[in-house]
């Protein structure tokens, strides 16, 4: 049932609680247990065992620009997820990734079978030297980002998965200046919030928009479910002026009150804008500097799309995924998923019957959670073997 609200706020608070805008700040309400707690306690004291370094793992590293917190996990660790023990870090802090800048020295120390990266010798004061900033410039700024900013930087703010209440009851684009149709960056649009709850420019209400369209339903591959839907981003919209009324006379001794939209001005836009398309805020900047890390929790989730659209049927490495366990399932961007290819079906012609059998899955590479959303998450993938299909299965890596 659609609930009419009396003030764009409440509106606009819907749009932001539904679509969960900010992605990282969710609680934890998935279990853990006591053992897995201990178990993380007890790492953060003595770090990884020697037989889980990479052959070549280095004594020394100095970081260098362009590195990613996955590489050189890489780099020291046969399985990179295990990133935060390597460090010592606990449930505490394993959401505050450990900042690496550009110019530091990581030291590997190995004492009674057991490996941990510091970013100081000898357990002593870290001195940080990064290149001059200006004091404005925050010190995460500069620090490695976890995966390749280029291949998740459009993921950050585009798509975006939404319910189906909270696209309806967005602001829409229903006129252009000069009863233009199609709309570009630098264009002028004319903008209507639902029955009730006008677009008004109000201290404190958003002034920048993000604009979508096509809200495609994610259905559960296993379920059938609908998940969200994820809406298209087709570019950013300033408000510049209010929605108001405007009372004129009628021409019999009365008067007529007038809808006057709000009014917008396109920016940076993917695609051309169109009548229809709907208007939503736009997010915090999120920060994209997370641990890679195992999740502490067993995972089995499914291959929902393949980012691209409905023509592209085949996922390969560097290619995003969205998968079917969110922020709700205590997914967290970080985690660190193996995919796994499923087994063909076949006949068994061994078998007199010719039965029916479907091969073991396999392991096909591994992806990494990078924004998640209530019930859909989004995963890069790091590597693949075979090409990645919805429906494949992701695990807890080994």
Request: glycine share 8%; proline share 7%; charged share 20%.
């Amino acid at each position: 049932m659609h609930h009419k609200h009396n003030h764009l706020k409440a509106a606009l608070a819907l749009a932001l609680a539904a679509a969960v805008l900010a992605p990282a700040a969710q609680a934890q309400n998935y279990p853990i247990t006591g053992q897995q707690r201990a178990t993380a306690q007890q790492v953060a004291q003595r770090g990884v065992p020697l037989h889980e370094l990479a052959p070549n793992a280095p004594d020394e590293y100095v970081v260098k620009r362009g590195d990613t917190l996955w590489a050189i996990s890489g780099m020291y660790l046969q399985r990179p997820w295990r990133w935060p023990e390597l460090w010592g870090m606990n449930l505490q802090t394993i959401a505050n990734p450990h900042l690496i800048f550009p110019g530091q020295t990581l030291y590997l120390e190995k004492v009674d079978g057991y490996a941990r990266l510091r970013t100081s010798r000898g357990g002593g004061t870290e001195t940080v030297r990064v290149s001059p900033r200006t004091r404005s410039e925050s010190l995460s700024g500069t620090a490695l980002p976890t995966l390749k900013a280029h291949l998740i930087e459009p993921f950050l703010a585009e798509p975006l998965v939404v319910d189906e209440l909270t696209l309806s009851q967005a602001p829409r684009i229903v006129a252009g200046r000069d009863e233009r149709v199609i709309l570009s960056a630098g264009d002028r649009a004319y903008v209507r919030g639902p029955q009730g709850s006008p677009l008004e420019l109000e201290p404190g209400a958003p002034r920048q928009f993000r604009v979508f369209r096509n809200a495609v339903p994610l259905k559960d591959p296993v379920t059938q479910e609908v998940l969200g839907y994820e809406a298209q981003y087709v570019g950013q919209a300033s408000l510049v002026r209010g929605e108001t009324v405007q009372e004129s006379p009628d021409g019999k001794g009365g008067v007529v009150a007038d809808i006057v939209p709000a009014t917008v001005d396109l920016s940076r836009t993917k695609e051309e804008v169109r009548m229809g398309d709907r208007l939503l805020p736009s997010p915090a900047r999120g920060f994209a500097n997370y641990v890679p890390r195992a999740p502490q929790f067993a995972v089995d989730a499914a291959v929902v799309s393949i980012y691209g659209g409905t023509a592209v049927r085949y996922a390969g490495q560097n290619n995003v995924v969205a998968i079917n366990r969110g922020s709700s399932d205590g997914m967290e961007a970080g985690h660190v998923l193996q995919v796994l290819t499923q087994g063909r079906r076949m006949v068994d012609k061994t078998d007199g019957e010719r039965t029916q059998v479907r091969l073991p899955s396999e392991a096909n590479g591994l992806a990494m959670v990078f924004r998640t959303f209530d019930r859909v998450s989004y995963a890069l993938l790091l590597t693949a073997q075979q090409p990645v299909l919805v429906g494949d299965r992701l695990v807890n890596p080994e």
